[in-house]
């Protein structure tokens, strides 16, 4: 057997794990022998020193070794657990210590202990001098197992106990730790002197209590979680770089100068002189940087990120025209037909003669026709759509660009669909979700970065107060939306919460009751209700009439955290916000003061942790989308933050990106220098190896 399938082998070759524990394994997310070996514990306990029991105390946890005085087993006094307990002596005189210790197990049995007997206890102390529940392990010529040491203390799953646990990774570390391979070139591992990886698991399990060799173990197999990770990110990007040919070129005037990079006489350049205002500074430096991109011949693969309001769609438009003018043609994708349609109304007469055309679902069948055949005959410079973009029906003359706005709702194999063909379509991810540079890194590492790090001028930031959820606050907020919406103002309003049905195990206010609550208490306004579970057709239909100013409420879910641009709404309502992560309130908060009237934000929170007040308050007190990005990363971790954990990206068994920052610049370096001197790492094929292994190249979005 080869050694990557021996390690991939089921865990239920380890001795001992018969079908309920291969299930309970599971629950772990260990399925196969490796998965077991990189099981690493949550927290040790130390128990190298062990006490005589003549020095224990209540609410000690005690490392002993003692002598079985006496032994019983029975029924505990209700009747339904066997119980067993023990009289223990200190082991050095085998004298009765003067107050005696017990210990006692509950619900174990067949459980005995024979007097005279030498034992190891660990536990905690209660009460009278009593250990509860303690490890225990019978002593004989061989040194203790459970005291003496530092003990590794595992996730738990039902139906596996520690001890379990612990004598199926000492098995596994026996049979198959030597067969793990090191797929770090020499040249990498001797730079930063890394310990092997055996000697690296095997100090994760049962560390020496040398503090220095447990951190010198854990940066190892962090860095290769890291340095696999960017490897294949970095691969796919040079295979992109290699591409043959891109579908248009523009012309630079002056490529040292991104300010000077598009001349004024093209189409992109009559469109910024066309514009009201001046771009910001920001936005100049990223249409350079996109124009280069598209003078260069080689496939542009750019991520945009932009706060809320940064002006990413002035950009976009911008690229569109560069394709344009080169005789290609633009996708552009939206995460809803709202936003599509909202997207084309906007543009589709600033495009300066280039034609737009909208492509979602909702288009009849005579339409439809219409629209593809004016895409396929090259007619439709710009196609602005939803997914249905990527329907087979839709045959492109000459795409040139493919733009994909708030990109983290669509799947990878929907945002790779079509970059197919040759040459390939330059492609621009935009979000308005600020991503941390260690995500940005993990995620997104084959993608060159562009930052839109300026508000507009004129601008105003949207105010934010948080208030205890009281009927006062209620009353409050009732009375200035009678004076500020509807008739008697000029606004709209969102009311965010965080479920859609009254739960019993949550005290969380649900949108359904809310809603109804709202139209009696606000039977001026119209109030409109949506959420997830609504079906596709009835959730657009309410969305476009919030845009078009048929209703002056919303009462929602999260659904509109994205996907809604309406100018004339100026207050935002989360109800429960202490429920939210900060970078999605932020988020939330982006919805309103999108036109001429400032906005406002009020986080209403019911009972929070202190916590929970810390992050409400930090959000209030910064607008700006990065710093609020980087914060919730450190407090919840990057799956909870952008949403990536189901695509596996951020499961790391070592690695932490809240924490790693450094070590991932450091694996980056690494796999950079190495793929420039070894580009299809024919010189290393371990490390190809593991990279297939481990799908690292599938991770990064790779076929």
């Known amino acids: 057997m080869a050694i990557a399938e021996a390690l991939s082998a089921p865990v239920r070759l380890v001795k001992g794990v018969g079908p309920a524990r291969e299930r309970a394994f599971s629950r772990l997310g260990v399925n196969t022998v490796e998965d077991l070996l990189f099981l690493f514990p949550r927290r040790y306990e130390d128990r190298r020193n062990i006490v005589p029991l003549s020095s224990v105390r209540e609410g000690d946890d005690a490392a002993v070794v003692a002598v079985v005085q006496s032994f019983e087993s029975r029924r505990a006094r209700n009747g339904s657990l066997p119980l067993a307990a023990a009289a223990l002596t200190d082991a050095e005189d085998g004298a009765l210590f003067s107050l005696p210790v017990r210990a006692v197990w509950f619900n174990r049995p067949g459980f005995t202990l024979l007097p005279g007997s030498r034992v190891a206890l660990y536990g905690r102390v209660e009460s009278g001098l009593q250990f509860v529940n303690p490890e225990v392990e019978v002593l004989t010529n061989s040194p203790p197992e459970v ?22 990774v000492a098995y596994a570390l026996e049979q198959w730790l030597p067969l793990m391979k090191d797929f770090l070139p020499d040249e990498i591992k001797n730079k930063h002197a890394f310990p092997s990886p055996q000697s690296a698991v095997r100090e994760l399990h049962s560390p020496t209590g040398d503090r220095e060799a447990w951190l010198k173990a854990r940066t190892r197999l962090a860095f290769d979680e890291l340095f696999l990770l960017q490897a294949g990110l970095l691969s796919r990007k040079m295979r992109h770089a290699a591409a043959s040919g891109a579908p248009v070129r523009t012309a630079l005037t002056a490529q040292k100068t991104p300010a000077c990079s598009v001349s004024p006489s093209s189409l992109c350049g009559r469109f910024i002189g066309s514009l009201p205002f001046r771009p910001t500074g920001a936005q100049t430096r990223v249409i350079g940087e996109i124009a280069r991109d598209m003078a260069s011949g080689v496939p542009m693969n750019r991520l945009l990120q932009g706060d809320v309001g940064s002006g990413k769609t002035l950009v976009a438009v911008a690229a569109m025209l560069m394709a344009a003018e080169g005789g290609g043609q633009t996708a552009f994708m939206a995460p809803t037909e709202v936003l599509a349609q909202q997207h084309y109304f906007k543009l589709k007469d600033r495009l300066l003669g280039a034609r737009a055309a909208l492509l979602t679902g909702s288009l ?7 629209v593809t055949d004016a895409i396929a005959g090259g007619e439709v410079q710009v196609l602005i759509g939803t997914q249905a973009v990527l329907s087979s029906d839709v045959e492109f003359r000459r795409l040139a660009l493919v733009v994909v706005d708030e990109q983290h709702r669509f799947g990878v194999a929907q945002k790779n669909a079509l970059l197919t063909g040759s040459p390939l379509p330059h492609m621009l991810v935009m979000t308005a979700t600020p991503i941390p540079r260690t995500l940005t890194l993990s995620i997104y590492g084959d993608l060159d970065v562009s930052v839109l790090d300026e508000q507009p001028p004129g601008r105003k930031p949207v105010k934010t107060r948080v208030l205890r959820s009281t009927p006062a606050a209620m009353e409050k907020i009732l009375t200035y939306m009678n004076e500020h919406l509807g008739s008697r103002g000029r606004g709209q309003a969102y009311w965010v919460c965080p479920l859609i049905e009254e739960s019993d195990k949550l005290d969380l206010t649900a949108v359904l009751s809310r809603y109804e609550f709202l139209k009696c208490a606000l039977p001026r306004l119209r109030v409109a209700l949506l959420h997830g579970q609504m079906h596709g057709a009835e959730k657009q239909a309410v969305m476009r009439a919030f845009a078009d100013g048929e209703a002056d409420l919303l009462v929602s879910t999260t659904v509109i955290e994205v996907g809604m641009d309406v100018p004339r709404a100026t207050l ?6 202490q429920r939210f992560g900060m970078a999605q309130l932020h988020q939330l908060r982006g919805r309103v003061g999108r036109g001429a009237e400032a906005g406002m934000c009020v986080l209403l929170a019911g009972q929070t942790s202190a916590e929970g007040a810390a992050r409400l308050r930090a959000v209030a007190s910064s607008t700006d989308g990065f710093k609020i990005a980087e914060a919730d990363l450190r407090q919840r971790g990057p799956g909870e ?3 990536v954990r189901q695509h596996g990206l951020t499961d790391f068994r070592v690695a932490d990106l809240t924490k790693d920052r450094g070590l991932l610049e450091m694996a980056r370096s690494d796999a950079a220098a190495l793929l420039e001197s070894d580009p299809t790492l024919s010189a290393h094929p371990s490390l190809r190896e593991a990279l297939r292994a481990r799908g690292s190249l599938e991770l990064a979005g790779t076929a």
């Open 147 to 168: 005291v003496g040491r530092l003990m590794p203390v595992y996730p738990a799953a039902s139906g596996l106990n520690q001890h379990f646990i612990r004598r199926s």
């Open 364 to 370: 009849g069948r005579r339409e439809r026709r219409a």
């Open 572 to 577: 935002m309502i989360v109800e429960d916000a």
């Open 641 to 643: 933050v952008c949403g």
